[in-house]
């Protein structure tokens, strides 16, 4: 892979799916499925909106670990980020990524208190692609 940064930034981009990974309280990985990050920054840092009320902020206030997967079925590829999720509630990330359409989710707007950020910052990345995979850490 000649450019991880693009290869992996595009790949996010085009997938309508985020399949992220949080750990329980028993210690077993739980897979969700949610809408595409909402802001990007490289391949380093992602933002999902989310539900504070939800079993997934709970989990990633007790352990933050955490990966996100991304794929391409057409040509049956994928990437896997490793790293840590941080729940944030500060109004400044909160407005950053608001979007027209969001108080279906969240009636009481901005300032909802069952609205939440999740911020992923990733350690390392595994690709597949070709029958292959190969797996980098991230600057």
């Not at 000649?2 to 750990?23: A, C, F, W």
Request: with cysteine; charged share 30%.
């Amino acid at each position: 892979m000649r450019d991880p940064e693009k290869t992996v930034g595009n790949l996010i981009d085009k997938s309508p799916v985020s399949l992220i990974g949080s750990v329980d309280e028993e210690g077993f990985p739980n897979t969700k499925a949610m809408l595409p990050p909402r802001k990007r920054e490289g391949i380093k840092r992602l933002y999902f909106t989310t539900n504070t009320s939800s079993m997934r902020v709970r989990q990633y206030g007790a352990n933050p670990k955490a990966c996100v997967y991304f794929f391409d079925k057409r040509f049956f590829r994928g990437v896997m980020l490793k790293g840590t999720m941080e729940v944030l509630h500060d109004t400044e990330t909160k407005e950053a990524i608001w979007r027209d359409g969001d108080t279906m989710y969240y009636p009481g707007g901005v300032t909802d208190p069952d609205y939440c950020v999740l911020r992923f910052t990733a350690e390392s990345f595994r690709f597949y692609s070709d029958f292959k995979s190969a797996s980098r850490p991230i600057e």
